[in-house]
């Protein structure tokens, strides 16, 4: 998600609670690109980088910290958490602080990532995700933190509630794109008895191009784990897919080949795949809807996603 409004005052306030917790005056604050609903800064206080994610809902971060030290313990590369507060008492916010990760997310290094780098990064990330598949089984599907219990009582039932909430954040899909939205839920509705059958599997729903942070081709570490997915995995395998080809183009692609090589689908994983694909690419439409070129191939990619789908 891109840039949404922020309440005036929060960047001073987010500076004036680096400066106490560090013991050093800030001296740059960015804000970041992405963060769903969160205002996120990343703040340097003399040779000390953090990163301060801010969010006028305190339930937002609710799982945060217990997420991030499962995590952790797992052997997973994740910040770790300098200062929080849920209570909105002090400040008109709740706010999760963390150590920051040299280099930049995923996005902005992959085109110029060699081959080797790639593949390596894939089995990295592939390695993540069947560890988190290894955690036991979700009781209800979506969006929660680890262990509690999912909002929805079925797999498709999941989807359809983040599809249309991602329609919702995003702007209309312009002219034109009506009936290959329709078709696209069309073919979810007729995968409804397969996608049915899937287990509340957790995954790592957002380790796409975003949240995993690369320096010089290397991992350096992961980001936002406020929530993970209870469903099937495939959806983040699609979620990067669509990313790759909407902000990188075919620059990208083989990381993702590497992806689905290491993970080595079945036939029913692939069509679900090519679904979600579908899926998620409708939802991407609604961004930055005047650079045609992208519009033009997320629109023939899912036309050819719905062929593969079943």
Known sequence: ???????????????????????????????????????????????????????????????????????????MPVPRVLRADLTCQRLPFAYVMTDAFPGRDLRYELASMTEPQRTALAERIVGFEREATALPRGDGYGF????????????????????????TAGDPVGAGAGDLMRAVYDCLGRAERR??????????????????????????????????????????????????????????????????RLWAPSDVERANLALYCAVHAVAFLGWDPDDAARHDRLVAATRDWLVASG
Not at 148 to 163: K, M, N
Not at 234 to 248: E, F, K, P, R
């Open 195 to 260: 996608l049915a059958s899937v287990e509340p599997i957790c995954f790592l729903d957002d380790l796409t191009i975003k949240n995993v942070i690369v320096s010089s081709g290397q991992l350096q570490g992961i980001v936002d784990f406020d929530v993970v997915c209870y469903g099937d995995p495939m959806y983040w395998l699609a979620l990067t897919q669509v990313a790759v080809l909407s902000d990188i183009g075919v620059a990208g692609q083989s990381y993702v080949d590497e992806l689905v």
């Open 1 to 75: 998600m891109r840039h949404g409004a922020v309440a005036p005052g929060t960047a001073e306030a987010v500076a004036r609670l680096v400066a106490e917790t560090v013991g050093l005056p800030v001296h740059r604050m960015e804000r970041m690109s992405f963060g769903h609903a969160s205002v996120t800064y990343r703040v340097d206080a003399g040779d000390v980088r953090v990163i301060v994610r801010t969010n006028a809902d305190p339930t937002a971060y609710a799982g945060t910290v217990a997420n991030l030290d499962r995590l952790r313990d797992m052997g």
């Open 144 to 167: 929660v933190p680890i262990g509690a219990p999912g909002p929805h009582r079925t797999w498709p039932d999941a989807i359809r509630a983040d599809r249309a909430a991602a329609m």
